[in-house]
Nanobody, 126 residues
């Protein structure tokens, strides 16, 4: 059974930073893409950042330049460094992995991912 466990969420003021982690039982060689998604109350789940096994990245326009996705192969851990957080970044953040080879079609589209974590809450408030 594939496991994805997010951590690092919390409550911060606007302008501050957080680093999310996603520990996974998957090795990078068995994964095509990994990504971070988020879902705010009353909104659809949206793609935040993705990372392909080749090192290619994609970011939502709303976070580009502020967020950075990375992966530690030795630790099988995905990270999301979030800087200059804004009120609108408040959401539950989910880690996802594509092991079926579908996410190349749209790496920020949630329906291309077949493995999901339980999520970690990020709250930005003044």
């Amino acid at each position: 059974e594939v496991q994805l466990v997010e951590s690092g969420g919390g409550s911060v003021q606007p302008g501050r930073s957080l680093r999310l982690s996603c520990e996974t039982s998957l090795s990078w060689k068995n994964t095509n893409y990994m990504a971070w998604f988020r879902q705010a109350p009353g909104k659809d789940r949206e793609g935040v950042a993705s990372l392909g096994r080749a090192g290619n990245t994609a970011y939502a326009a709303s976070v580009r330049g502020r967020f950075t996705i990375s992966h530690d192969d030795a630790k099988n851990t995905l990270f999301l460094q979030m800087n200059v957080l804004k009120l609108e970044d408040t959401a539950i953040y989910y880690c996802a992995a594509d092991t079926l080879g579908n996410a190349y079609r749209g790496s920020l589209q949630p329906h291309f991912y077949n493995n999901w974590g339980q999520g970690t809450q990020v709250t930005v408030s003044s």
